[in-house]
């Protein structure tokens, strides 16, 4: 087999945080997306950046392996190599920065850097069976452990924040309340587990009151801490005896949150198709909202598989595509950028 013009293979490094990850795109369809997840962060309740950057080192030769077998193509094929420049952890990035730019340059390809943010956005764009991909204009809400942002999508490289958090990330909010909860971290898929079996309206929480398309989480959290304490001194079992109510209540909160400000965006913008992204994105309560805004509201909402909803190379892939199109290469001496925003 022989690389043709019509035949673009990508391949794409993503180690911005604690997943180390390769993927192999032919064009805009997925070969291979190999995820390994580092779960020595579990101990700590939290990513260890420390930890997480010495993790991806071992993990990312193995990763590329297997995405270039699983993908069944030699690495002779690859006709450009893409890579998270950022943000995120610098130690992390470093690693995959590194590796990208000696493989391009042991490979004699092209190199292209990809922020981690628009891959998220534009990962409605890999080309699968059960996945339809949005139409300019569309609304963007990007919600995970590290980020929360609503983003105007004008095209696939301009892009506009409408609003993002100004403290915790939508996944810290979970992951800090199921801490409260004594559940283990990452929190966020439990308290969701049985937030689904328990009474949304048990216990009012106080919702923020933040200007714009802004978000804040970290009084929900303060709200949470507080009222644990003082049901617990009343009953020190009050958490297990009502763990469902309480994970109801909370998740109730945060979907409303989000909800309310992603209407405002749609109403104000005139805009109905509403797409997410980011790990958050598995929760039930957010994609029953949307489902629900489609039937009540007439919006069109996306969700992209969940495969690329939590960190993966194969968002960084499809963005290493669209700018291979474009031409838009960078070289050897780019380096990682823990804060990047989406308009740099
Ligand atoms: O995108 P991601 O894999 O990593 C980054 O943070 O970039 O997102 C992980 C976050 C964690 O905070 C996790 O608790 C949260 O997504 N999460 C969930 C659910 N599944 C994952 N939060 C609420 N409900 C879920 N079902
Ligand atoms: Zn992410």
């Given at each position: 087999m022989t690389?043709?013009?019509?035949n ?12 180390t990850s390769?993927?192999v ?5 997925k ?16 990513v ?51 590796f ?19 891959a ?18 569309f ?30 990330a ?21 308290v ?15 919702k ?11 009084g ?24 469902n109510?309480i ?9 409303g ?5 992603l209407?405002k ?24 909202a949307?489902?629900e805004r489609?039937?009540?509201l ?9 495969e ?27 380096v990682?950028?823990a ?6």
């Amino acid at each position: 087999m022989t690389n043709t013009d019509k035949n673009i293979y990508i391949l794409a490094i993503e180690s911005s945080c604690d997943d180390t990850s390769a993927a192999v795109l032919l064009n805009k369809k997925k070969l291979s997306n190999v995820i390994a997840t580092q779960k020595i962060h579990e101990a700590f309740g939290g990513v260890v950046p420390e930890l997480a950057s010495r993790a991806h080192q071992q993990n990312i030769v193995p990763a590329v392996h297997q995405a270039l077998a699983k993908a069944n193509i030699d690495k002779k094929l690859v006709s450009a190599i893409a890579f998270t420049r950022g943000p995120g952890l610098m130690g992390s990035l470093l690693v995959g920065t590194s590796f990208a730019k000696s493989m391009a340059l042991g490979l004699n390809v092209p190199l292209i850097e990809v922020n981690h943010m628009q891959a998220h956005i534009l990962s409605h764009f890999i080309e699968e069976e059960e996945m339809e991909a949005p139409s300019f204009p569309f609304i963007a809400l990007t919600i995970s452990g590290g980020h929360t942002q609503i983003v105007l999508v004008k095209d696939y490289f301009d892009m506009e924040v409408l609003g993002e958090t100004l403290d915790d990330a939508v996944g810290e909010a979970y992951d800090k309340s199921a801490k409260i909860l004594g559940l283990p971290y990452p929190g966020g898929p439990l308290v969701d587990k049985y937030a689904q079996l328990g009474n949304p309206k048990a216990f009012p929480f106080p919702k923020p009151k933040v200007e714009g398309y802004n978000f804040s989480f970290s009084g929900l959290k303060t709200s949470i801490l507080y009222f644990i304490q003082r049901e617990t001194k009343k009953n020190p079992h009050f958490i297990e005896e009502n763990l469902n109510d309480i994970c109801a209540s909370i998740q109730y909160t945060i979907v409303g949150i989000l909800m309310h400000k992603l209407e405002k965006a749609v109403q104000q913008l005139g805009i109905k198709q509403v797409a997410i992204g980011g790990g958050v994105s598995a929760n039930s309560a957010i994609r029953k909202a949307l489902k629900e805004r489609e039937k009540t509201l007439g919006w069109k909402t996306y969700i992209p598989k969940f495969e690329y909803c939590t960190d993966n190379a194969a968002m960084i892939g499809i963005v290493g595509y669209l700018k291979y199109l474009d031409g838009d290469f960078t070289n050897q001496g780019t380096v990682a950028k823990a804060r990047y925003k989406i308009t740099d």
